[in-house]
């Protein structure tokens, strides 16, 4: 990669309402908010990038509004001006005395790297092959794919009504998705799963079917429903415990017949090297936001298809902007599972997401191998900005 300094920052604040309320064991939202940053280098190319926690901190304790704060206060002012030539430099940058706070460096960072390929005329996926072979990831593991495998993740129905359940698998297998991920709390959780696999049988498809519990359950009080769930022939349980119970999760994982996924528990590569030296869950979902960017993304795949993980995508969802990142590492020959990547009609009304994404009827999406044009006006407002030679407004 070349090198670049960047001598302009943006930063804009977008609201998609969803088509439909999404919910998960923690919280729900009905509008996607999230941050774009626009970096612009010396050479007039500028890069893209998303920030995309929630407002509220029911996922994660980041939100809407820390990210603002730490983006406006902190990272942004560290990288105006600055000569940055390589991705694990920037990441010691915006790291440095930067506790936590990994989706707001994920939107400096995925942007910074979105300027890298643009101004050297390659694909995002590209740079992140070349990142990784730095890694010493193996020959078979770089291999990458022009299309990538999408997933519909359904989220917890309004009432815990199981018709709506049922009517948004059915639509999910008919629209051409290639396994249906449900979330699931105590209470909701067996009949739901019976209830979707009832309908792909009366479909006639066949699906991987999991579940993300998003940390909902206790390995003490919730053992009856943990055990009905690891009776159901489940391809895995996503984050059953919350994040911090690492061993939690390597007991439910070896004691029971349904492996675990790991999901918000998996923050860092020095999360992801304590797994493998516990013996831990190999089965890891990569977000770009929840791991800080590319670069600590491309370190933990490295670290997980060394250690023999099933790695998948995951995704927040970000609008179509964050989701470049996303499809860039699902990519890549390691990751062997469907993502969570969906079409934008899945979650917004047509064409009032920021960059389009459409998924094929066989189910999956292309990676593009330019960047997208991103169309801010009349889609997003500005926050704030910052040059060389400014300090920042609102």
């Known amino acids: 990669m070349s090198d670049s300094t960047i001598r302009r920052v943006r930063v804009y604040e977008v609201g998609l309402p969803l088509r439909v309320p999404f919910a998960i064991s923690g919280g729900s939202m009905a509008v ?14 500028t890069g893209w990038g998303e920030s995309a926690p929630f407002e509220h901190p029911f996922y994660s304790a980041e939100t809407l509004s820390s990210a603002k704060a730490c983006l406006h206060e902190t ?26 706070n990994r989706m707001a460096r994920a939107g400096v960072e995925t942007a910074w790297w979105d300027l ?26 770089l291999k990458t ?50 209830a979707a696999q009832r309908v792909l049988k009366s479909e006639g498809v066949e699906l991987p079917i999991w579940v993300d519990a998003n940390g909902a359950y206790d390995r003490t009080r919730h053992c009856n429903e943990l055990e009905a769930l690891d009776n159901l022939g489940l391809l895995f349980i996503e984050q059953p415990f919350a994040e911090e119970c690492l061993w939690d999760a390597k007991i439910q994982n070896d004691e029971s017949r349904t492996p675990v996924c790991l999901d918000e528990s998996l923050v860092s590569d020095d999360v992801a090297r304590q797994l493998v030296d516990m013996d831990g869950p190999l ?24 250690s023999g993980a099933k790695i998948w ?17 699902a990519a890549h020959a390691g990751c062997v599972y469907p ?19 459409q998924m094929t009827d066989a189910g999956t999406m292309r990676v593009p191998d330019r960047g997208p044009d991103v169309p801010t006006a009349g889609r997003a407002t ?13």
Not at 284 to 305: D, F, I, M, S
Not at 341 to 357: C, G, H, K, N, Q
């Open 382 to 394: 500005l926050l704030f900005e910052l040059g060389e030679n400014d300090s920042f407004g609102s």
């Open 75 to 100: 990272l942004l002012p560290r990288v105006v001006g600055r000569d940055i030539r390589r991705p694990d430099e920037l990441h010691d940058i915006l790291g440095d005395g930067v506790r936590g």
């Open 339 to 357: 993502t969570d990547l969906e079409p934008s009609d899945r979650w917004y009304e047509p064409a009032t997401d920021i960059v389009e994404l």
């Open 145 to 194: 794919s022009s299309t990538v495998a999408c997933g519909v993740a359904i989220g917890i129905p309004a009432n815990e009504d199981l018709a709506t359940l049922e009517d948004d698998v059915r639509h999910a297998a008919r629209r051409g998705y290639q396994r249906v991920k449900l979330k699931v709390r105590p209470g909701w959780d067996h009949d739901p799963v019976c």
């Open 32 to 45: 996607r908010r999230s941050l774009i940053v626009e970096l612009r280098d010396d050479s007039g190319t």
């Open 116 to 141: 890298m390929a643009r101004r050297d005329g390659r694909s995002l996926t590209d740079l992140v092959t070349q990142r990784l072979a730095e890694l010493a990831v193996s020959s078979e593991a």
């Open 283 to 306: 089965i890891w979902n990569l977000k770009v936001q929840r791991l800080g960017g590319l670069e600590e993304t491309c370190r933990v795949y490295a670290r997980g298809v060394a």
């Open 313 to 329: 995508v995951g995704t927040m969802p970000e609008t179509g902007v964050g989701a470049q990142a996303a499809l860039a590492v």
